[in-house]
């Protein structure tokens, strides 16, 4: 099996390599050169007690992967080595790489950024503690599948900021002017408290969610309670 994982969501990506990496235990190899030679060395190799192997490739840009030389040997390569691709941003349509997996029949997964309408109107909305609207921007970030793990961060974020208006810490007058003024809007609407208990609650979803506790979709649903 042969993945390529791109986009600019690369705490979504990332999230995807670390499932992978949990899932062959130790036997993982990074490979950061383009040498042939130690590619197949790593991929050929036997493992007595894990005969399953991965072989992650990263690289944060494209440009990075100079020589590709070692694409034709994935054709030939063993069946218990698996070998994932992490780029971190998008791939052009003109990208070797991304020609190569699909002519291959390679799983290839994009990963893109948020679609800011949805995203960033059910954040004012929760926080503007407008119920309805706030639930109707959640049925279509679900519907979209979102990174749910980067909508609760931004919750913690919008929340983090409004507590430094009310407390008055210096970081916040450095917001740009529209941000302050819907913040110190927002910020008539909760105590200290609630926002202390709302950052500690996304935390622990957070924590619960990554560690299979709880569904992510299920956790966001309780912080909009919370709120409205």
């Known amino acids: 099996m042969v993945t390529l994982l791109h986009g600019e969501d690369t705490v979504a990506s990332r999230q995807t390599l670390i499932e992978m990496r949990q899932t062959y235990s130790d036997c993982v190899f990074d490979f950061s050169g383009n040498d042939l030679t130690e590619f197949v060395r790593m991929a050929d190799g036997q493992d007595f007690f894990s005969p399953k192997k991965l072989i992650v490739i990263e690289a944060a840009k494209q440009a990075l992967l100079k020589d590709l030389s070692y694409l034709s040997y994935l054709e030939s390569k063993p069946d218990t080595t698996a070998v994932v691709f992490w ?8 990208s070797e790489l991304l020609k190569v997996s699909q002519r291959a029949g390679w799983r290839v997964k994009l990963f893109n950024r948020f679609n800011r309408s949805y995203v960033f109107n059910f954040i004012d909305a929760l926080f503007d503690r407008q119920r309805t609207e706030a639930l109707s921007f959640l049925t279509k970030l679900l519907q979209s599948e979102e990174n749910l793990f980067g909508i609760i961060a931004l919750i913690v974020y919008r929340a983090r900021v409004i507590l430094w208006s009310k407390l008055g810490v210096p970081s916040f007058s450095k917001l740009k002017p529209f941000v302050r003024s819907k913040v110190t ?31 992510p979709s299920l956790g966001i649903l309780k912080v909009s309670q919370l709120l409205c």
């Open 87 to 94: 780029v971190g941003e998008e791939l052009s349509p003109q």
């Open 185 to 215: 809007k927002q910020a008539k609407l909760f105590s200290e408290g609630e926002l202390v208990e709302l950052i500690e609650t996304c935390c622990q979803l957070e924590q619960e969610a990554k560690t299979g506790v709880v569904d």
